[in-house]
């Protein structure tokens, strides 16, 4: 089993501890380091400065949200990154949710698919860049139709460092996910569980099955799955510092209709606890909305207590369609994380 580590999102400002753990992650062998962003602090940014003290650990955006950049942006900057970390670039995209693309970046939501489709392929073709990229989609067009028609195809002048970049997609569906399988090298899943692993796996499947020749063999797809991690003194209190983020993606990412980390926490059987924490939430009632979250939940998508425990938590996640464990932790805690880890 492979090992990242999650900067995770910003609050007020960076995260204590956030540079040195990017430096330890090197140091220590570990296969990569991811950032996020939301509407505060961006991926791309925190990636290169925190990476370029870094000289063998993969650099990824976990993710960078499709909304915020035309395609050919998100490529420039994907190529940009890949030639200064010496090919270590990994470029995690994300549709996002409707309340973000809709309220922060004024950009229609549905047909997220469809979407996804197009942004890829404008990215594989300026990577690839065989000839000028061209697009005639429903969502993107270039040269775009319109405005003062001088519009005309363009190449990168920059030569990619690598054509087959890797391109990971963020999912939590069967559709997206089967999709990831597709169209991207990797699939970046939140909120998952080796006890569902059989159905992420005939998910992937029907991906692959119409994946196209030209792509990496399936023998090579990564799935790299974001995992909050805790090492305790004992389980429960261990549980206990991952309850409120759980409660925090149940109740209050999203809309009360609209929440896909929540439906991905329903799917393993956490409907009437999904139910109760967001009412809790959505009242006002953090504290209780956090306490609802059951330890038996915790422990489906986290790995949390001594490291007996996270042995144990481990070998089932080592049986899975999981390569890549992403440790969401305190950066201050990740040295002594990952020497029970290994």
């Known amino acids: 089993m492979r090992f990242g580590f999650h900067t995770g999102y910003w609050s007020a400002g960076p995260p204590a501890g956030a540079a040195e753990a990017v430096r330890t992650a090197d ?15 961006d991926a791309f940014t925190p990636l290169a400065w925190w990476g370029s003290q870094t000289s063998r650990v993969r650099l990824g955006t976990g993710i960078a ?12 900057t994907a190529l940009t990154l890949d030639h200064l970390s010496g090919g270590r670039f990994i470029l995690g995209l994300g549709a996002s949710g409707p309340q973000v693309v809709e309220g922060w970046y004024g950009q229609p939501y549905p047909r997220p698919l469809e ?21 005639s989609g429903r969502h993107v067009t270039l040269p775009y139709d319109g405005g003062a028609h001088l519009g005309k ?37 939140a909120f998952v569980s080796p006890r ?9 499947d ?20 974001a995992v909050p991690a805790v090492l305790g003194a004992d389980l429960e209190s261990a549980a206990d510092q991952v309850r409120p983020h759980l409660a925090l993606y ?14 991905a926490i329903a799917r393993l059987g956490y409907e009437q606890v999904c ?34 425990d996270l042995a144990a938590q481990l070998a089932r996640w080592e049986a899975s369609c999981v390569t890549t464990l992403i440790l969401q932790t305190d950066p201050r805690m990740l040295a002594p994380l990952i020497a029970a880890l290994r």
């Open 196 to 204: 569902l692993d059989a159905e992420y796996r005939e998910n992937l």
């Open 250 to 263: 149940i109740g209050g990412m999203g809309s009360k209709s609209t929440n896909f980390h929540r439906e």
């Open 115 to 135: 979407r996804t489709r197009e942004y890829v392929d404008v990215i594989r073709q300026v990577l690839a860049r065989e000839a000028p990229v061209t697009l």
């Open 27 to 41: 140091e220590l062998g570990l296969d990569s380091v991811w950032t996020a962003e939301s509407y505060g602090s």
């Open 65 to 76: 949200q499709m909304a915020a950049r035309a395609p050919t942006a998100t490529a420039m």
């Open 206 to 225: 029907a991906g692959f099955a119409r994946r196209d020749g030209a792509r990496s063999p399936r023998e090579e797809f990564e799935v790299s799955a």
């Open 275 to 308: 139910e109760e924490v967001t009412a809790k939430y959505l009242a006002g009632d953090r504290s209780g909305a956090a306490a609802a979250v059951p330890t038996e939940l915790v422990t489906d998508v986290a790995l949390v207590g001594t490291p007996s």
């Open 153 to 189: 195809p363009l190449r990168s002048t920059v030569h990619p460092l690598r054509a087959d970049l890797p391109i990971h997609l963020a999912a939590q569906g069967p559709k997206n996910t089967a999709l990831a399988a597709e169209i991207a090298d990797g699939w970046l899943p």
